[in-house]
């Protein structure tokens, strides 16, 4: 029987008991508001200090540190894309947001991760589209890779919840 690789869940990632939640940071990885926020706060205060020695990150970039306080073994920081209207090469950052962070989840034999709505809060990127390129770059990655050997989408709100409901369908 095929194993399912992929799987949806509303509510809240720093939560969940899986080996590693993938953060949505911004470049200078020292912590913000929304999943940010609340991983950093779920994590504690050990988290900073890693992310201090790390240098910051690009966007479109990802890089690893421990979990800490979370019963997730790592986070990986992604920076997505603030989207200024589609001009500025934003679907192709958040593409690769997904593919660096799938691609450290492969480094580290990490067999289950899951990803928020990268880019989708404060960023400004459009839920829909940023939903299709999550699942599509998802999909193409775990085609070509045997690590992870599972990704959960977690949503935040029904109406979001719905989206990936449709598009996993599919
Ligand atoms: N669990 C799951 N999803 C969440 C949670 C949670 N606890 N909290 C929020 N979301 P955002 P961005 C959803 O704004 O757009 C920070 O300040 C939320 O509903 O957290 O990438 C960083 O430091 C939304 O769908 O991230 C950056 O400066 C999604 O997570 C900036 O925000 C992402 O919303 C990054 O902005």
Redesign the pocket.
């Known amino acids: 029987m095929k194993k399912i690789r992929v799987e949806l869940i509303n ?4 939560a969940l008991e899986v080996e590693a939640i993938v953060n ?3 470049p200078s990885l020292l ?8 991983i950093h706060n779920a994590a504690g205060p050990d988290l900073l200090t890693e992310c201090e020695s790390l240098n910051g990150c690009e966007i479109g970039q990802s890089k690893i540190t421990k979990g800490y306080r979370l019963k997730a073994k790592h986070i990986v920081h992604t920076v ?1 894309p603030i989207w200024h209207g589609g001009y500025s090469d934003e679907t192709q950052l958040l593409a690769s947001c997904y593919q660096t962070s799938l691609a450290l989840a492969k480094e580290n034999k990490i067999k289950t991760i899951a990803f ?10 459009p ?1 829909e589209l940023a939903a299709l390129i999550a699942v599509n770059e998802t999909k193409r990655f775990l085609n070509k890779n045997n690590y992870p050997e599972k990704v959960i989408f ?4 029904d109406d ?1 919840y719905e989206t990936y409901r449709k598009l996993l369908d599919q």
Do not use: M
């Open positions: 509510g809240d990632i720093t949505a940071a911004n912590g913000g508001g929304g999943v940010d926020g609340a997505g928020p709505g990268i880019s989708t809060g404060v960023y400004g990127f839920k977690v949503t935040f709100c979001n």
